[in-house]
């Protein structure tokens, strides 16, 4: 009975949460899209790189977190850069990626809602440690600074867990950086705001992963890695809002 009442209720919520979030309010997708074309254009004008400060003008070492000790939010959220070796990612075409976290301030009391139980049932068997992190979203970029696709992964990738489908698209949705990195976070704010369709569907695509695989410790199965993925085409989108 109680698996049931949670059921619903978790069915309710995330109808509720859906119905908020579509459509979208034009105005804000707009300003995101002008954010993001303001941030490249003054990157054009310096002749910069999104990613020149964050890498110190070199190459990246592969698998170094950049910045070293994680960019933070004083909110609660933070993020690093990182790239792994060709031979790890045999046909990728990314120069590297961003992991994106959201720390306990910001989740610790909703673990306790129906539709956090019901995603614990869904993921199986968790590790038994208890991470200050939750991992919300990767983002890849190319060589120019430009990102490229949306994905998440396993638990065991990022050595922390994850959180249901309803609380990771409210704490995207919500989430405004101040890491000390401006344009990397004005990037990230607004690469979420231009693509709350494409982020339900990864969700909904990273759950079902999860619901097809059988392993009872599939949280730390290294034969389960990346979930999700759905490639951006960024210009596409951008002439979609503006016009």
């Not at 009442?5 to 300003?31: F, G, I, N």
């Not at 790189?49 to 909110?75: F, K, N, S």
């Not at 389960?224 to 759905?230: A, M, Y």
């Amino acid at each position: 009975m109680l698996a049931q009442m949670c059921t619903e209720v978790r069915r309710q919520e995330l109808m509720a949460k859906q119905a908020q979030r579509r459509p979208a309010q034009p105005d804000s997708v707009r300003a995101a899209a002008l954010s993001l074309l303001q941030v490249y254009e003054d990157l054009a004008q310096r002749g910069a790189h999104l990613l020149g400060d964050l890498l110190h003008g070199q190459p990246p070492r592969q698998w170094a977190h950049y910045p070293e000790d994680d960019a933070r939010d004083p909110v609660g959220y933070q993020w690093f850069y990182h790239s792994h070796s060709p031979e790890d990612r045999p046909g990728a075409v990314e120069h590297g990626h961003i992991h994106l976290f959201a720390r306990r301030p910001l989740w610790g009391r909703r673990l306790r809602s129906c539709a956090e139980a019901a995603f614990i049932e869904l993921s199986g068997k968790r590790p038994a440690i208890d991470p200050p992190t939750r991992h919300l979203l990767t983002i890849g970029f190319n060589a120019k600074g430009l990102p490229t696709s949306l994905f998440a992964v396993n638990s065991w990738v990022t050595g922390d867990l994850m959180l249901n489908a309803g609380l990771t698209l409210d704490l995207l949705t919500h989430m405004r950086l101040d890491t000390g990195h401006a344009a990397i976070d004005k990037i990230l704010t607004s690469l979420v705001q231009l693509h709350q369709h494409e982020l339900l569907v990864l969700m909904a695509h990273r759950d079902e992963a999860l619901k097809r695989h059988k392993a009872t410790d599939k949280l730390a199965d290294e034969r389960l890695e990346k979930l999700s993925e759905l490639h951006l085409d960024l210009d596409a989108r951008l002439a979609e809002v503006l016009g």
